[in-house]
Nanobody, 127 residues
Framework: QVQLVESGGGSVQAGGSLRLSCIVS?????????IGWFRQAPGKEREGIAA????????YYADSVKGRFTISRDNAKNTVYLQMNSLKPEDTAMYYC???????????????????WGQGTQVTVSS
């Protein structure tokens, strides 16, 4: 049973930074799974914001976070990170990580191409 657990959320002022972590367990080889980060604000649909290939060589971002957020991974630690800089109030949301489905178009950042969602970590950005 694969599990993904997010951490690192919190409250920060606009312009600040946070680093989220997603620890993956249960896979025999975590390095074989693409990982994506998603977020969901109250009253809005879940939005895919970043994804990373198995080896970390390819990354994809939504326009809303491009240039401010960086996704990375350390397969030796079974962990994927999301460094968030220049945070804005509109970044306030619950943030989730998930594993890419076999054969899915994980780079499209669509929910349907991911599974094994974590429980989420809350990020609140005040103005």
């Amino acid at each position: 049973q694969v599990q993904l657990v997010e951490s690192g959320g919190g409250s920060v002022q606009a312009g600040g930074s946070l680093r989220l972590s997603c620890i993956v367990s249960g896979y025999a080889a975590m390095r074989n799974r693409e990982i994506g980060w998603f977020r969901q604000a109250p009253g809005k649909e879940r939005e895919g914001i970043a994804a990373i290939s198995t080896g970390g060589g390819s990354t994809y971002y939504a326009d809303s976070v491009k240039g401010r957020f960086t996704i990375s991974r350390d397969n030796a630690k079974n962990t994927v990170y999301l460094q968030m800089n220049s945070l804005k109030p509109e970044d306030t949301a619950m943030y989730y990580c998930a594993a890419g489905a076999y054969g899915g178009r994980w780079w499209d950042l669509k929910e349907s191409d991911y599974h094994s969602w974590g429980q989420g970590t809350q990020v609140t950005v005040s103005s």
